[in-house]
């Protein structure tokens, strides 16, 4: 605690001398927005937004502590290392990750680790449900995370501090600087974090269950966001993105090897991810075109052998868009990535895949809309399977309070086979078939609002079936250190089937304002490859059949409080359901104030995670920790 009383004499002291040196009040220009935003294409699509208050308040801590707090999603953690995430029961390389419309997943695994995501870098985060491939590309399958900043064209300066200390010895420190004069802007992004991770946890894999504390889960973090906008004129603008991150960490051991002092098992990662844009519109339509370089190093060292992946990839784009009226939209683009692979094991690897895109937007009847998407991939030189999609809205209800209307999607996806899955020696198979799925779902959503209550519910019906599901499975062979083999095979026939319910309700009267989030999914995903041999009914290994999540928050002039609770349901940690991990609820609470001085923001929050100290397990034999506390503080200056 001697750490965290010093850390706040610090940023007191700190916060006194911003005040001291106040700039004036910004004055902010009205912003033109240019193009169709992408939302235009997505009818018939589930997109939601993490909420404003709990995505600030998660800033210090990475995606995976947000999304759990705010969508049923599934992540899977092996405790405070790699994180992989799970859309409508699909696997983690189902998942699309784009950055500013760029897939930011390893070409080589085809998924990103979750862990290596800070909230703080992201300025908006949207999750697209179901099918998405004619839209973003191959790996959406299950689902697609989008990660996007664009210009704000703001005046003046504003500047942002983020700091916090939390149990295990973990601190995060962030600050972000803006600058406009309504032509030029820039907008930079440091941040820095370390963690211990020492917590205590009871070893249930050793007689008794004995109190350990958790050895070999060190990690750091650092990183540095660049944007550069530059306006000619109100219809033409250029924008460049930059981003740059290096972590090292310790992969967790499992609770079997936790205090085998020869084990050190640690993995390095840097990234490099760069784009530029230009961007003109005119009576003619809006017009795109970007060039994206993504680069990233990954040193594993196991048993103090190191492997090196290294990959980069260059990606053009250009992207046409024609508003013809306000019923009718249309957008045509093509995208190119080259991609070049190194490993130590695997060696170099070059390949070439292009992408041809159309959007088109309709609404045929003042209560009935339609979007056709549709995406050609040519890979080696050859087109793969046509990707389209097709999502219409009808509204059913339509008064001045309330409204009520229907969705349906119908989509095809398609998925080829990652580096490694085709190359990995011993163990690739370059024989492996693409996957192939074919998606549907239905949903209702209603709004209604009235005086100051504002309520929105939507649920959701899906259906995906997906031929040569591609899954690594042990192939029966040991390693030199003890551990089972794995090798990618084809799982003839997945279906994945489930229900999705969200409730969004606020209210403010007075200086008090409340809103709670229900998140709630039920999937039931099996391989139907042998339905006489498995009887069709063993759900895919690490797939919780039920997920769910909720928070409400309650504020009260500048004082506010959040609470959540994250449920996770039952897993199977092997295929045949022979073995499972027991459903687990995790409940934080937080308690925050605000205060203003002059031309000072300042945002105080203490939090509590886990609070009723649940003991429990994510992945089998890793530990997690329990009970543990975090004080933060936000300095907002300008603005």
Same mark, same amino acid.
């Given at each position: 605690?001697?750490?965290?009383?010093?850390?706040?004499?610090?940023? *007191?002291?700190?916060?006194?001398?911003?005040?001291?040196?106040?700039?004036?009040?910004?004055?902010?220009?009205?912003?033109?927005?240019?193009?169709?935003?992408?939302?235009?294409?997505?009818?018939?699509?589930? @997109?939601?937004?993490?909420?404003?208050?709990?995505?600030?308040?998660?800033?210090?801590?990475?995606?995976?502590?947000?999304?759990?707090?705010?969508?049923?999603?599934?992540?899977?953690?092996?405790?405070?290392?790699?994180?992989?995430?799970?859309?409508?029961?699909?696997?983690?390389?189902?998942?699309?990750?784009?950055?500013?419309?760029?897939?930011?997943?390893?070409?080589?695994?085809?998924?990103?680790?979750?862990?290596?995501?800070?909230?703080?870098?992201?300025?908006?985060?949207?999750?697209?449900?179901?099918?998405?491939?004619?839209?973003?590309?191959?790996?959406?399958?299950?689902?697609?995370?989008?990660?996007?900043?664009?210009?704000?064209?703001?005046?003046?300066?504003?500047?942002?501090?983020?700091?916090?200390?939390?149990?295990?010895?973990?601190?995060?420190?962030?600050?972000?600087?803006?600058?406009?004069?309504?032509?030029?802007?820039?907008?930079?992004?440091?941040?820095?974090?370390?963690?211990?991770?020492?917590?205590?946890?009871?070893?249930?894999?050793?007689?008794?269950?004995?109190?350990?504390?958790?050895?070999?889960?060190?990690?750091?973090?650092?990183?540095?966001?660049?944007?550069?906008?530059?306006?000619?004129?109100?219809?033409?603008?250029?924008?460049?993105?930059?981003?740059?991150?290096?972590?090292?960490?310790?992969?967790?051991?499992?609770?079997?090897?936790?205090?085998?002092?020869?084990?050190?098992?640690?993995?390095?990662?840097?990234?490099?991810?760069?784009?530029?844009?230009?961007?003109?519109?005119?009576?003619?339509?809006?017009?795109?075109?970007?060039?994206?370089? !993504?680069?990233?190093?990954?040193?594993?060292?196991?048993?103090?052998?190191?492997?090196?992946?290294?990959?980069?990839? @260059?990606?053009?784009?250009?992207?046409?868009?024609?508003?013809?009226?306000?019923?009718?939209?249309?957008?045509?683009?093509?995208?190119?990535?080259?991609?070049?692979?190194?490993?130590?094991?695997?060696?170099?690897?070059?390949?070439?895949?292009?992408?041809?895109?159309?959007?088109?937007?309709?609404?045929?009847?003042?209560?009935?809309?339609?979007?056709?998407?549709?995406?050609?991939?040519?890979?080696?030189?050859?087109?793969?399977?046509?990707?389209?999609?097709?999502?219409?809205?009808?509204?059913?209800?339509?008064?001045?309070?309330?409204?009520?209307?229907?969705?349906?999607?119908?989509?095809?996806?398609?998925?080829?086979?990652?580096?490694?899955?085709?190359?990995?020696?011993?163990?690739?198979?370059?024989?492996?078939?693409?996957?192939?799925?074919?998606?549907?779902?239905?949903?209702?959503?209603?709004?209604?609002?009235?005086?100051?209550?504002?309520?929105?519910?939507?649920? *959701?019906?899906?259906?995906?079936?997906?031929?040569?599901? @591609?899954?690594?499975?042990?192939?029966?062979?040991?390693?030199?250190?003890?551990?089972?083999?794995?090798?990618?095979?084809?799982?003839?026939?997945?279906?994945?089937?489930?229900?999705?319910?969200?409730?969004?309700?606020?209210?403010?009267?007075?200086?008090?304002?409340?809103?709670?989030?229900?998140?709630?999914?039920?999937?039931?995903?099996?391989?139907?490859?042998?339905?006489?041999?498995?009887?069709?009914?063993?759900?895919?290994?690490?797939?919780?059949?039920?997920?769910?999540?909720?928070?409400?928050?309650?504020?009260?002039?500048?004082?506010?409080? !959040?609470?959540?609770?994250?449920?996770?349901?039952?897993?199977?940690?092997?295929?045949?359901?022979?073995?499972?991990?027991?459903?687990?609820?995790?409940?934080?609470?937080?308690?925050?104030?605000?205060?203003?001085?002059?031309?000072?923001?300042?945002?105080?929050?203490?939090?509590?995670?886990?609070?009723?100290? @649940?003991?429990?397990?994510?992945?089998?034999?890793?530990?997690?920790?329990?009970?543990?506390?975090?004080?933060?503080?936000?300095?907002?200056?300008?603005?």
């Amino acid at each position: 605690m001697k750490k965290i009383y010093t850390l706040i004499s610090f940023l *007191t002291i700190l916060t006194g001398s911003l005040q001291a040196n106040s700039l004036d009040t910004l004055k902010l220009q009205e912003v033109t927005i240019y193009g169709i935003p992408q939302e235009k294409y997505i009818t018939g699509s589930k @997109i939601v937004a993490p909420d404003s208050l709990v995505q600030t308040m998660a800033s210090t801590h990475n995606i995976v502590d947000l999304l759990n707090q705010q969508s049923p999603i599934y992540f899977k953690s092996n405790g405070t290392g790699l994180s992989s995430v799970s859309f409508r029961g699909t696997g983690p390389s189902h998942t699309a990750v784009l950055w500013n419309g760029l897939n930011i997943n390893s070409p080589t695994l085809g998924q990103s680790d979750f862990s290596l995501l800070p909230v703080f870098a992201m300025d908006r985060i949207h999750l697209q449900y179901g099918s998405a491939g004619a839209l973003n590309g191959s790996d959406a399958i299950g689902g697609s995370i989008l990660l996007n900043s664009s210009p704000q064209w703001q005046e003046g300066i504003q500047a942002s501090l983020f700091q916090s200390a939390a149990s295990f010895d973990n601190y995060f420190s962030g600050l972000s600087l803006n600058w406009g004069n309504g032509s030029w802007e820039s907008r930079s992004k440091i941040y820095y974090q370390t963690a211990k991770n020492d917590f205590e946890f009871k070893n249930e894999s050793l007689e008794g269950s004995p109190i350990e504390r958790q050895q070999n889960a060190n990690s750091k973090l650092y990183g540095f966001l660049q944007d550069f906008n530059y306006r000619f004129s109100s219809a033409s603008y250029l924008t460049f993105q930059g981003w740059y991150q290096n972590s090292q960490k310790d992969i967790q051991p499992p609770m079997s090897i936790n205090n085998v002092t020869n084990y050190h098992s640690q993995e390095e990662d840097q990234s490099l991810r760069l784009k530029a844009s230009y961007h003109q519109n005119s009576n003619m339509g809006y017009f795109t075109t970007g060039l994206g370089f !993504l680069y990233d190093d990954y040193v594993y060292i196991y048993s103090n052998t190191p492997s090196q992946t290294i990959f980069s990839q @260059i990606i053009p784009s250009i992207n046409y868009e024609k508003d013809f009226s306000p019923k009718s939209s249309l957008k045509v683009g093509t995208q190119w990535n080259f991609i070049k692979a190194k490993n130590d094991i695997i060696g170099n690897i070059s390949e070439e895949r292009g992408n041809l895109y159309a959007s088109f937007r309709f609404q045929p009847l003042d209560f009935w809309s339609i979007t056709a998407n549709a995406r050609q991939v040519m890979f080696k030189g050859k087109f793969v399977p046509f990707t389209p999609s097709l999502g219409n809205e009808w509204a059913l209800l339509k008064r001045s309070n309330r409204q009520l209307k229907a969705k349906l999607l119908l989509a095809r996806s398609y998925r080829i086979p990652t580096i490694n899955d085709r190359f990995w020696v011993p163990t690739g198979n370059p024989d492996l078939k693409p996957e192939d799925s074919y998606s549907g779902e239905a949903g209702l959503v209603y709004n209604f609002q009235q005086n100051n209550w504002k309520l929105e519910a939507e649920t *959701t019906y899906y259906l995906m079936k997906v031929t040569n599901w @591609i899954q690594w499975k042990p192939n029966g062979n040991i390693d030199e250190f003890g551990y089972e083999i794995y090798s990618p095979v084809n799982l003839g026939n997945v279906k994945s089937e489930g229900i999705e319910l969200n409730v969004n309700v606020s209210t403010q009267w007075n200086v008090w304002k409340w809103s709670s989030h229900l998140n709630y999914s039920h999937s039931k995903t099996i391989d139907r490859t042998n339905p006489n041999e498995n009887k069709g009914s063993f759900q895919l290994a690490y797939t919780p059949k039920n997920t769910g999540a909720f928070s409400t928050s309650l504020g009260y002039n500048n004082w506010y409080t !959040l609470g959540t609770l994250n449920y996770t349901g039952k897993r199977f940690s092997l295929a045949n359901e022979a073995s499972s991990l027991k459903a687990y609820t995790l409940t934080n609470l937080s308690l925050g104030k605000q205060i203003n001085v002059n031309k000072l923001l300042l945002d105080f929050s203490f939090s509590c995670r886990n609070l009723f100290d @649940i003991n429990y397990q994510n992945i089998e034999t890793y530990a997690m920790p329990g009970r543990n506390y975090q004080i933060n503080l936000r300095a907002t200056f300008g603005g």
